[in-house]
T-cell receptor, first 111, second 113 residues
């Protein structure tokens, strides 16, 4: 069964303290991996899409990388406004059009 | 370009009632997916529609149903509401649904009393 596991569940960082969030997945074949940011009470906001191992995407202080079994979201010199829940999702190649989400990492950046 | 819109934003219902939620996708997007989000379970896939056809369904009881109209707008219906149906219901749209980026609406917060 396809599965997505995110770690850690929660993370507290000081402003400027870089770290990485992990998303490991078990799928028969990966069609795409997606990162979202979600603020409380709001819908997820799209960050990145990755399709193949070795691919990297960057946006401001965020960088997403992909291997055959996991993805990392690297946060460089975070600011308090980066505080949110970060969600990872995958779609496999079975043609089911299902996106399977992890339970997220709750990030808190302290000033 | 306008984003995904969902109405209503908040709902309070009592057990046994039914509810209909609406979603308008981004213009040009033909795939609409629905999700239930609760603190304990995270985002759970309900179903996905493309060109008025349901292509896939998650592991939810038959009380949860949906449909899509010719303009790609979608509705989901929950009949005989239970306390456990209290959740944030999210709609997401994409062009065709195949390994594409989905864009989410703000969600409908449903509280069942």
């Amino acid at each position: 069964e396809d599965q997505v596991t995110q770690s850690p569940e929660a993370l507290r960082l000081q402003e400027g303290e870089s770290s990485s969030l992990n998303c490991s997945y078990t799928v028969s074949g990966l069609r795409g991996l997606f990162w979202y940011r979600q603020d409380p009470g709001k819908g997820p906001e799209f960050l990145f899409t990755l399709y193949s191992a070795g691919e990297e995407k960057e946006k401001e202080r965020l960088k997403a990388t992909l291997t055959k079994k996991e993805s990392f979201l690297h946060i460089t010199a975070p600011k308090p406004e980066d505080s949110a829940t970060y969600l990872c999702a995958v779609q496999d190649d079975s043609g089911t059009y299902k996106y399977i989400f992890g339970t997220g990492t709750r990030l808190k950046v302290l000033a | 370009k306008a984003g995904v819109t969902q109405t209503p934003r908040y709902l309070i219902k009592t057990r046994g009632q039914q509810v209909t939620l609406s979603c308008s996708p981004i213009s040009g997007h033909r795939s609409v997916s629905w999700y239930q989000q609760t603190p304990g379970q995270g985002l759970q896939f309900l179903f996905e529609y493309f060109s008025e056809t349901q292509r896939n369904k998650g592991n939810f009881p038959g009380r949860f149903s949906g449909r899509q109209f010719s303009n790609s707008r979608s509705e989901m219906n929950v009949s005989t509401l239970e306390l456990g149906d209290s959740a944030l219901y999210l709609c997401a749209s994409s062009l065709r649904g195949g390994a594409e980026t989905q864009y989410f609406g703000p969600g409908t917060r449903l509280l069942v009393l």
